[in-house]
């Protein structure tokens, strides 16, 4: 394919044969690498969308499922609500054609549709666990090798998703059998009552087009949250000095997640999965990297490989 880059690195060469990639500024993004690698993972943190950024848009012949996609809440007239709001929201997503503005209306009317229809057919804690044993859901290679690597080197990440916290909490657990102590979510929450069923939702709701909004959430101490800010974290000063940032997502949206943020370097690689031809060169434009095709998270490991050596 359209591939403009074998610089990007030597051991590269293999993993071209199977994922491809187009940076659109070479030089620029060398100097990204170089600046970041000087400044040392003590200044770098990764900040990744979840659905289709870490999971696999294919999983054999089928359409890997999102954190909202998975669920089935019990009540097969709800699901099937939710699942005609996603025939109809979904296409309008990722359309090249729609404006933002009319996109985060959309999006929002989207959401507050799903949210609500959880709430109103009464999703129980339960459903959580079996919807996720059932799924079709996967990461991409590379993510637990990722994960560890930055483990080991103390850099944090934060998985910043619009989809549901509980639900990505839940994967984590059940696909990749260990916790990660560098690893935080930041994504809709939900509140329980003490009957087991759903109430309501934590903060305001992160849609795909709001994440800007959210960026700063991150940043919050743990304790106190007013959104769904979990797991093990840097405090905030921490999390404000690590001035690189390597972000991931599969969405233009995704971009937005390092608002807020009074970053030095920001390496942004996008994992464009559909409608390629229509949205290379928005990608090409807005990410320094394009995995293609539902690449394999190995070159994201080459590359932070790199920043940290
Ligand atoms: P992300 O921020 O992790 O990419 O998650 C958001 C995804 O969730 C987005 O691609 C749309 C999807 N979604 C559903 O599949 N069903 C729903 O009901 C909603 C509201 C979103």
Redesign the pocket.
């Known amino acids: 394919c359209c591939n403009k880059n074998s610089s990007y690195t030597s051991s590269r060469v293999e993993m071209e044969k199977a994922d491809s990639f187009v940076v659109d500024d070479q030089e620029l993004l060398d100097k990204k690498i170089s600046s970041i690698r000087n400044a040392g993972p003590a200044k770098l943190q990764v900040i990744a969308?979840?659905?289709?950024?870490l999971t696999r848009y294919w999983i054999n012949g089928r359409r890997g499922q999102?954190?909202?996609?998975l669920l089935q809440q019990g009540n097969p007239e709800f699901d099937v609500k939710?699942h005609k709001?996603?025939e109809y929201y979904?296409p309008l997503?990722f359309s090249p054609t729609i404006s933002i503005e009319e996109k985060t209306k959309l999006m929002e009317e989207?959401?507050e549709k799903?949210h609500g229809l959880l709430i109103e057919g009464g999703l129980i804690y339960s459903a959580i666990k079996e919807s996720v044993s059932n799924a079709t859901i996967a990461f991409r290679e590379g993510v637990v090798e990722l994960f560890e690597y930055l483990e080991e080197r103390d850099v944090p990440v934060l998985i910043f998703?619009?989809?549901l916290a509980d639900i990505i909490e839940e994967v984590l657990k059940q696909k990749l059998h260990r916790s990660f102590k560098n690893v935080r979510i930041v994504s809709n929450r939900m509140v329980f009552d003490n009957d087991g069923h759903l109430v309501s939702f934590k903060g305001k709701t992160i849609?795909?087009l709001n994440k800007n909004e959210h960026a700063l959430d991150m940043a919050a101490p743990i304790h106190d949250q007013s959104g769904g800010i979990d797991g093990p974290t840097d405090d905030t000063a921490s999390v404000e000095q690590r001035t690189n940032v390597l972000l991931l997502g599969?969405?233009i949206g995704d971009l937005g997640m390092s608002d807020g943020l009074n970053y030095e370097n920001r390496i942004a690689v996008g994992f464009l999965n559909d409608n390629i031809e229509k949205s290379i060169s928005g990608y090409q434009k807005s990410f320094d990297i394009v995995y293609l095709n539902d690449a394999s998270m190995l070159g994201v490991v080459d590359l932070v490989s790199q920043l940290c050596s």
């Open positions: 969308d979840f659905d289709a950024t999102s954190s909202h996609g939710r709001l996603h979904h997503e989207w959401w799903s998703s619009a989809g849609h795909v599969d969405h």
